[in-house]
């Protein structure tokens, strides 16, 4: 029972893995503010008619957070990863923590732009006045002319408005966007909030020294664009190959032809070795070494999982 807990607190280590992820949710942020500047700007008119003011106003601010949301879930690579996972070997390997946190993972990340937008209309303002302009209490307004009533209300995100009413349309554009930013300021608190409790427990339950957590971040970073940079060189010189026997030659310039002198490409990674270092990596350990990744795995020649701490995948998720 111990052993069960110990593994499974040490699942609780999943976001904000290096400098690069938060430089990377630091862009997206940064993009997504200056995309709703640009949308205010050019493209959000409130229709100011009853019934539309509503849908279009929340379709203003949900529908391009969830296409944010979905194009964060599409650009993970952890979606692609859990995909292969999921069709080549099943969820087997994974307990309910990792299960858990991998989705969590995913959907944190590809929060950050939606949740962005979000803030941002509501400190903004534009769409949730529009919105609720019309469902503003006439009773609440002192001395509100009887004879107007919702349609009139729904006109006041628009600039022309009867005289007698510019002083109640001002009073009711103040209250909105002080409800507004009150929600946006509140989002940015509950958030931040989350952000710091995560990332206290992800220190709290890390098996791993914080040194070690910093190499193993490393680690990952320099495979990746290693391993990205030879395949690009490697597909390379294997369709040049390709080209010169079907054509007799193969036109290179100068920096391919070096290449395909310097790197000779035999040919090619059979399907089971790629499938050994595709999908989802927990973090493991074999013998008490560590091993921070699938294609570290498959060099070392490890397979499978053992059935002890030694020889399992558990921990928290690489990047």
């Known amino acids: 029972m111990a052993a069960l807990i110990a593994e499974n607190f040490r699942f609780f280590s999943l976001f904000f893995k290096s400098k690069d992820v938060m430089i990377?949710?630091?862009?997206?942020?940064?993009?997504?503010?200056?995309?709703?500047?640009?949308?205010?700007?050019?493209?959000?008119?409130?229709?100011?008619?009853?019934?539309?003011?509503?849908i279009y106003g929340l379709a203003a601010i949900g529908v391009?957070?969830?296409?944010?949301?979905?194009?964060?879930?599409?650009?993970?690579?952890?979606?692609?990863?859990?995909?292969?996972?999921?069709?080549?070997?099943?969820?087997?390997?994974?307990?309910?923590?990792?299960?858990?946190?991998?989705?969590?993972?995913?959907?944190?990340?590809?929060?950050?732009?939606?949740?962005?937008?979000?803030?941002?209309?509501?400190?903004?303002?534009?769409?949730?006045?529009?919105a609720l302009s019309e469902f503003v209490a006439p009773t609440s307004l002192d001395k509100f002319p009887a004879e107007y009533g919702a349609e009139t209300l729904a006109t006041f995100p628009c600039k022309e408005v009867p005289t007698n009413l510019t002083h109640f349309k001002e009073e009711v554009i103040?209250?909105?966007?002080?409800?507004?930013?009150?929600?946006?300021?509140?989002?940015?608190?509950?958030?931040?909030?989350?952000v710091f409790l995560t990332k206290c427990l992800k220190h709290c339950c890390s098996p791993?020294?914080?040194?070690?957590?910093?190499?193993?971040?490393?680690?990952?970073?320099?495979?990746?664009?290693?391993?990205?940079?030879?395949?690009?060189?490697?597909?390379?010189?294997?369709?040049?190959?390709?080209?010169?026997?079907?054509?007799?030659?193969?036109?290179?310039?100068?920096?391919?032809?070096?290449?395909?002198e310097e790197f000779p490409v035999e040919g090619v990674q059979p399907s089971p070795q790629w499938n050994a270092i595709t999908g989802v990596y927990i973090y493991r350990e074999n013998k008490g070494f560590p091993l921070y990744s699938r294609l570290h795995k498959w060099a070392k020649g490890v397979e499978g999982n053992g059935p002890g701490p030694d020889g399992q995948e558990m921990a928290f998720l690489a990047v």
């Not at 969820?91 to 299960?99: C, E, G, L, Q, Y």
């Not at 858990?100 to 769409?127: C, D, K, Q």
């Not at 190499?215 to 690009?232: G, I, V």
Request: charged letters at 15%; a positive charge.
């Open 64 to 130: 391009p957070a969830l296409a944010l949301f979905l194009i964060g879930i599409i650009l993970n690579n952890h979606t692609w990863n859990l995909v292969a996972e999921c069709h080549k070997r099943g969820t087997k390997n994974f307990s309910s923590p990792a299960t858990f946190l991998l989705f969590g993972s995913i959907l944190g990340r590809a929060a950050v732009a939606p949740i962005t937008w979000s803030v941002i209309s509501l400190l903004r303002g534009e769409a949730y006045i529009c």
């Open 208 to 260: 791993l020294s914080y040194r070690q957590e910093d190499y193993w971040a490393q680690y990952r970073s320099n495979e990746a664009k290693l391993f990205r940079r030879t395949a690009e060189v490697h597909s390379k010189i294997l369709a040049a190959s390709n080209v010169k026997q079907f054509f007799g030659f193969v036109a290179l310039n100068k920096e391919e032809k070096e290449l395909v």
């Open 24 to 54: 990377f949710n630091g862009l997206v942020a940064l993009g997504t503010v200056g995309s709703q500047e640009i949308f205010s700007v050019v493209a959000f008119h409130c229709p100011c008619s009853p019934a539309r003011n509503y």
């Open 174 to 194: 103040r209250i909105l966007r002080y409800e507004s930013q009150l929600f946006g300021w509140l989002l940015i608190g509950v958030v931040a909030v989350l």
